[in-house]
């Protein structure tokens, strides 16, 4: 600081207010281009996926709207015990059940070692069509891109 302080008191007049301009004119392009710009642009985009997370919400809201006057889908009345037909759907989905177990008079355990995630989640979403309901599943995933599926099911009138 001295150095400088000493370089500086040795400049003439018209040479201070010539270097005292150009450090206050670098001091505002510093400002405007370090500072300001870049939290006009942090605020444009904030406001950007703020309006994108407002219209998401709309279309959910709405969609849920869509689904609560939907009218509800009749189940269909279970044709024999409920891990006769769970068993028989996970077949025809093509997996290869490892384990059902019959838990009570009204539901099943049955347990899918590996699938591919996407044909789970179809077979469990047409379940409701045999008369089924899911009380709880839990996916598993595995390296090779597949889940182990445990899923509980209980008769849909239950």
């Known amino acids: 600081m001295q150095r400088l302080s000493t370089w500086y008191n040795g400049l003439t007049q018209r ?13 505002v392009v510093l400002l405007v281009y ?7 642009q942090a605020l444009d985009a904030a406001a950007t996926r703020h309006r994108e997370a407002t219209e ?8 849920l709207e869509a689904l609560k006057r939907a009218p509800a889908p009749r189940s269909a009345s279970l044709a ?8 028989a759907s996970a077949q025809e989905a ?6 059902n177990q019959r838990r009570g ?6 347990v899918i070692p590996t699938a591919r995630p996407s044909a789970v989640l179809a077979w469990l979403d047409g379940l409701g069509e045999q008369g089924l309901a899911v009380e709880q599943v ?12 445990n899923v509980t099911l209980r008769r849909g009138g239950a």
């Open 138 to 149: 839990t996916l598993t995933p595995a390296p090779d891109g597949t889940v182990s599926v």
């Open 56 to 63: 998401r919400a709309g279309r959910i809201v709405a969609g």
């Open 15 to 27: 040479e201070r207010v010539l270097v005292s301009i150009a450090g206050a004119l670098g001091a």
């Open 105 to 110: 008079s009204d539901m099943a355990v049955l």
């Open 94 to 99: 093509g997996f290869v059940v490892q384990s």
């Open 34 to 40: 370090g500072v300001v710009l870049p939290l006009g």
């Open 80 to 87: 024999g015990p409920v891990e006769q037909v769970a068993g």
